[in-house]
């Protein structure tokens, strides 16, 4: 907790000096390792899972720079390679970096709408990121390579991806790994109420249910934005956030 309590103070530290992607890989627990990127358009918590014989990224990073450093950091950790990169969303944030993993060999995986997705709203995503950050690559989606229609395993089940419905956006998925007890929880959970534009705010609180209704066993969260770490408590303060905003429209 202190490793990344550090490396929080590092990264900004490093936006005050830098507009490039900046990154920091730190361990969490068992295979798992947090990632935190520092990015001209936004910050936005990852994962990584050392497998066995190969690597999986939660999240495939902004950009194919950024992607690009966080191969780096994991080469520093483990000579093992990238093999699985899911993207969490159809977001430049959770499928940005796909370009570079799939120029390495990584396999892209996401659900059957993440991909749809993609391949519909890619370019007028780039064209919004493009006036808030000109130097954001203008560049054509690079669509997964493996999709699932709902829920999928990887790494021998040490690796679970969990569709419950819309939220944050219309495809967001959770990431279990079960053998740590860790639930990632991409753009879905946070400490603030964060960007609400392509919510559906009937059905994330339902979908919030249907997680807790599962009984998966996490005893910690990784948070797609802000501080990274959480306890399953997160759950419910991301609940009362919902319902507070409701009650003030």
Not at 128 to 150: C, F, M, N
Request: aromatic share 10%; glycine share 8%; proline share 6%.
């Amino acid at each position: 907790m202190k490793a990344i309590f550090s490396a929080t103070i590092l990264l900004l530290c490093v936006k005050a000096m830098s507009a490039t992607p900046t990154l920091a890989l730190t361990h969490l627990r068992g295979n798992v390792y947090v990632v935190q990127e520092d990015f001209p358009l936004g910050d936005e918590n990852a994962a990584v899972y050392i497998g066995k014989d190969f690597v999986t990224v939660v999240g495939a990073t902004w950009s194919p720079e950024s992607a690009r450093v966080l191969a780096a950091e994991i080469a520093k950790v483990t000579p093992k390679p990238i093999r699985q990169v899911i993207d969490t969303n159809y977001n430049l944030d959770r499928a940005g970096g796909n370009a570079y993993f799939k120029g390495i060999g990584a396999n892209i995986i996401s659900t059957n709408l993440t991909r749809d997705l993609i391949r519909r709203d890619w370019a007028e995503m780039v064209a919004d990121a493009r006036k808030r950050y000109a130097e954001y690559p203008d560049s054509a989606p690079v669509l997964p390579d493996t999709t699932y229609a709902g829920n999928f395993t990887l790494q021998g089940g040490r690796v679970r991806g969990i569709y419950l419905g819309p939220s944050h956006a219309p495809d967001d998925i959770f990431v279990y790994f079960p053998a740590e007890q860790i639930l990632y929880g991409g753009c879905v959970l946070k400490e603030q109420l964060g960007n609400l534009a392509l919510a559906d705010l009937a059905e994330y609180p339902r979908t919030l249910t249907k997680l807790q209704a599962l009984r998966l066993g996490y005893t910690t969260i990784i948070a797609g934005h802000w501080s990274p770490i959480h306890g399953p408590e997160l759950v419910d303060q991301y609940l009362e956030l919902l319902t507070r905003h409701r009650l003030q429209e």
